[in-house]
């Protein structure tokens, strides 16, 4: 069975930390990960990963992606109470049409 | 350019009403999605259709009805409403394969009493 598995499932930090999410998956014919930011409403897209060891990158996030261990990261340094959310990682497989999803990271920064 | 809307943002049956979640998109997108999202369970696909007049079953499909008779639009229909069915639904809507990006209406906040 296709699956998403993400750690840690929460966290607290305080404001300037640097933070490392991460996200596994096992899945039959892998397309491509995406990573969503929700906080108190819909999930809004920051990064789809299709290729090994490329760097997507928007202001303090980034994302890396290893399809021979089958994981990714979403990093964020310099972290802000702004970026306080559950981060969602999905993944395409198969025949590319549905996300499989996993439970999410909360993410609390302090301030 | 409204992106994915969806009504209504709140409502409140008992049990054994029925109702219809509306989702619209304006980016003519080829397909939709219906999710619930529950504390601890996370996002989990209800239907979803690939094109106009065609839907199929996701993870959670029992107890709910769709349909897509314009591109546009994707109706999630509750026949009988039951307190299992209180949760959060998102409607996402994603351009056919050259991108796999799902965007996402702002939610309906069910409750079935």
């Known amino acids: 069975e296709d699956k998403v598995v993400q750690s840690p499932l929460s966290l607290v930090v305080h404001e300037g930390d640097t933070v490392t999410l991460n996200c596994s998956y096992e899945?039959?014919?892998?397309?491509?990960l995406l990573w969503y930011k929700q906080e108190k409403k819909a999930p809004t897209f920051l990064f789809m990963l299709?290729?090994s060891g490329i760097e997507k990158k928007s202001g303090r996030l980034s994302s890396i992606l290893d399809k021979k261990e089958l994981f990714s990261i979403l990093n964020i340094t310099a972290t802000q109470t702004g970026d306080s959310a559950v981060y969602l990682c999905?993944?395409?497989?198969?025949?590319?049409?549905?996300?499989?999803w996993g439970l999410g990271t909360s993410l609390a920064v302090n301030p | 350019n409204a992106g994915v809307t969806q009504t209504p943002k709140f409502r409140v049956l008992k049990t054994g009403q029925s109702m219809t979640l509306l989702c619209a998109q304006d980016?003519?997108?080829?397909?939709m999605y219906w999710y619930r999202q529950d504390p601890g369970m996370g996002l989990r696909l209800i239907h979803y259709?690939?094109?106009?007049?065609?839907?199929a079953k996701g993870e959670v499909p029992d107890g709910y009805n769709v349909s897509r008779l314009k591109k546009q639009n994707f109706l999630l229909g509750l026949e009988s409403a039951a307190p299992s069915q209180t949760s959060v639904y998102f409607c996402?809507?994603?351009?056919?394969?050259?991108?796999?990006?799902?965007?996402f209406g702002p939610g309906t906040r069910l409750t079935v009493l």
């Open positions: 980016m003519n997108h080829e397909y």
């Open positions: 996402a809507s994603r351009q056919r394969l050259s991108t796999d990006t799902q965007y």
């Open positions: 259709s690939v094109g106009e007049g065609t839907t």
């Open positions: 299709t290729s």
């Open positions: 899945v039959t014919n892998f397309r491509s």
């Open positions: 999905a993944v395409y497989a198969g025949n590319n049409r549905k996300l499989i």
